[in-house]
């Protein structure tokens, strides 16, 4: 079966850095688009970043463009959020999601496959 497996996660002071891995088996990786959301305490899951499987090109949501970097390695079926200038209002548990279509990339419904999660916090 497909699983998603986050990893990365962790505690860190305001302006400080985290790299988030997805490490995905059960699926053709490098036919899916992977995308990154994140869920803070009472909001919604919203959009962080995406990378479509051909290209690759990237797409970001306006409040992590310039800090947030996406990336990903077919040859280890890994994406990957490299994370700077992290701030307190960036703290959510961080999903990793796989999508077949790549068509609505900011959609949370346009996600097959989801992983656990994992929890970032940045103190301020």
């Known amino acids: 079966q497909v699983q998603l497996i986050e990893s990365g996660g962790g505690l860190v002071q305001a302006g400080g850095s985290l790299r988030l891995s997805c490490a995905a088996s059960g699926l053709t990786f490098s036919t899916y688009t992977m995308g990154w959301f994140r869920q803070a305490p009472g909001k919604e899951r919203e959009f962080v970043a995406a990378i479509s499987w051909r290209g690759p090109r990237t797409y970001y949501a306006d409040a992590v463009k310039g800090r947030f970097t996406i990336s990903r390695d077919n040859a280890k079926n890994t994406v990957y959020l490299q994370m700077n200038s992290l701030k307190p209002e960036d703290t959510a548990v961080y999903y990793c999601?796989?999508?077949?279509?790549?068509?609505?990339?900011?959609?949370?419904?346009?996600?097959?496959?989801w992983g656990q999660g994992t929890q970032v916090t940045v103190s301020s």
């Open positions: 999601a796989a999508d077949n279509f790549g068509v609505e990339i900011s959609k949370i419904r346009e996600y097959d496959y």
